[in-house]
């Protein structure tokens, strides 16, 4: 067997939760999928199961419908589950079927990745009989757009150096600023349970919307002028720019496979991560798709996936 094989669920496994922007009760099951087959939605309250394809060009961005991403191919649409793409891309499980009940994805419990990525633990993680292909940058690619700067660049490993900017005393100069190495960080224990996050004031105009019906202090970490009102406090001191981090590991995988390279970005955002892997994937020359034979040429940042799937 190739040292890195690429990976599924041994069983089917299911969640309930509500949709954050709909409100809507929903449930997701995550099934088995045979190798080479990718990350797929189904849309199970829709005539023949619908699908839609994990892929950057299939993703939509949509001012009147809040933060969040739309996956739409022909006219089915998938929304919100840019947290579900994290835990399986944090999991290192290529392949998968993704059936929901619901337009909008649920949330589960608490607004971050980690309830995702037990589930698919419990579940048990599988090795299969094809390599592992992994998306390796070899030159720099940068995208700038009205003072919002993203690049990305070789590196090998996988990295993520993030920069917030919200002029808010929770922040303060020392929690704007992250650097994730995954060879030096876990993404099950540091990563996947920073959650999503919003101001008061935001929450009550999108309300006012028809949006983020679905929001409480049950999934989501909410700011007032001055401080953090849920009575548990953070998780993490920079927990809200870690959650950018999740997000980012989440849009990045719409390329279909693991990146190996370092992003880096100031004010990021779903819809700037997906500008990126759409100008990633545009310079062919910038990239190159890599399998490893043995385990010595796997870098450190991907040797923890071994040890998630063992537990």
Same mark, same amino acid.
């Given at each position: 067997?190739?040292?890195?094989?690429?990976?599924?669920?041994?069983?089917?496994?299911?969640?309930?939760?509500?949709?954050?922007?709909?409100?809507?009760?929903?449930?997701?099951?995550?099934?088995?999928?045979?190798?080479?087959?990718?990350?797929?939605?189904?849309?199970?309250?829709?005539?023949?199961?619908?699908?839609?394809?994990?892929?950057?060009?299939?993703?939509?961005?949509?001012?009147?419908?809040?933060?969040?991403?739309?996956?739409?191919?022909?006219?089915?649409?998938?929304?919100? @589950?840019?947290?579900?793409?994290?835990?399986?891309?944090?999991?290192?499980?290529?392949?998968?079927?993704?059936?929901?009940?619901? @337009?909008?994805?649920?949330?589960?419990?608490?607004?971050?990745?980690?309830?995702?990525?037990?589930?698919?633990?419990?579940?048990?993680?599988?090795?299969?009989?094809?390599?592992?292909?992994?998306?390796?940058?070899?030159?720099?690619?940068?995208?700038?757009?009205?003072?919002?700067?993203?690049?990305?660049?070789?590196?090998?490993?996988?990295?993520?150096?993030?920069?917030?900017?919200?002029?808010?005393?929770?922040?303060?100069?020392?929690?704007?600023?992250?650097?994730?190495?995954?060879?030096?960080?876990?993404?099950?224990?540091?990563?996947?349970?920073?959650?999503?996050?919003?101001? @008061?004031?935001?929450?009550?105009? @999108?309300?006012?919307?028809?949006?983020?019906?679905?929001?409480?202090?049950?999934?989501?970490?909410?700011?007032?002028?001055?401080?953090?009102?849920?009575?548990?406090?953070?998780?993490?001191?920079?927990?809200?720019?870690?959650?950018?981090?999740?997000?980012?590991?989440?849009?990045?995988?719409?390329?279909?496979?693991?990146?190996?390279?370092?992003?880096?970005?100031?004010?990021?955002?779903?819809?700037?991560?997906?500008?990126?892997?759409?100008?990633?994937?545009?310079?062919?020359?910038?990239?190159?798709?890599?399998?490893?034979?043995?385990?010595?040429?796997?870098?450190?940042?991907?040797?923890?996936?071994?040890?998630?799937?063992?537990?």
């Amino acid at each position: 067997m190739n040292a890195k094989p690429q990976r599924t669920i041994r069983r089917e496994v299911s969640f309930e939760g509500i949709g954050l922007h709909t409100g809507a009760r929903g449930e997701v099951t995550f099934r088995p999928a045979p190798p080479n087959s990718g990350i797929r939605f189904l849309r199970g309250d829709l005539p023949g199961k619908a699908e839609v394809q994990v892929r950057p060009e299939n993703a939509h961005f949509d001012p009147g419908a809040g933060r969040r991403t739309i996956l739409q191919q022909g006219d089915v649409q998938i929304h919100t @589950m840019e947290h579900i793409l994290a835990a399986v891309s944090g999991l290192g499980i290529d392949n998968l079927v993704i059936e929901t009940s619901t @337009m909008e994805t649920p949330e589960p419990i608490d607004g971050s990745a980690a309830p995702i990525a037990r589930l698919l633990k419990e579940a048990g993680i599988e090795d299969q009989e094809r390599p592992k292909r992994h998306l390796k940058v070899t030159k720099p690619v940068q995208w700038r757009h009205d003072g919002i700067e993203l690049s990305a660049v070789p590196y090998n490993g996988f990295k993520l150096d993030f920069t917030i900017d919200f002029p808010h005393p929770v922040f303060g100069t020392e929690n704007r600023h992250v650097v994730v190495d995954f060879a030096e960080h876990s993404y099950v224990k540091e990563v996947a349970r920073a959650r999503t996050f919003g101001f @008061m004031q935001d929450v009550e105009a @999108m309300r006012s919307a028809g949006l983020a019906l679905g929001g409480s202090l049950q999934n989501a970490i909410v700011l007032d002028e001055t401080r953090v009102l849920n009575t548990e406090g953070l998780r993490y001191d920079n927990e809200s720019v870690k959650h950018k981090v999740l997000d980012a590991i989440g849009d990045l995988y719409l390329l279909g496979r693991p990146l190996i390279g370092q992003y880096t970005a100031f004010k990021p955002g779903h819809a700037l991560n997906n500008a990126l892997a759409r100008a990633l994937l545009a310079r062919t020359d910038a990239w190159d798709l890599v399998s490893f034979d043995t385990d010595d040429d796997v870098p450190s940042a991907f040797q923890d996936w071994a040890a998630i799937g063992a537990a």
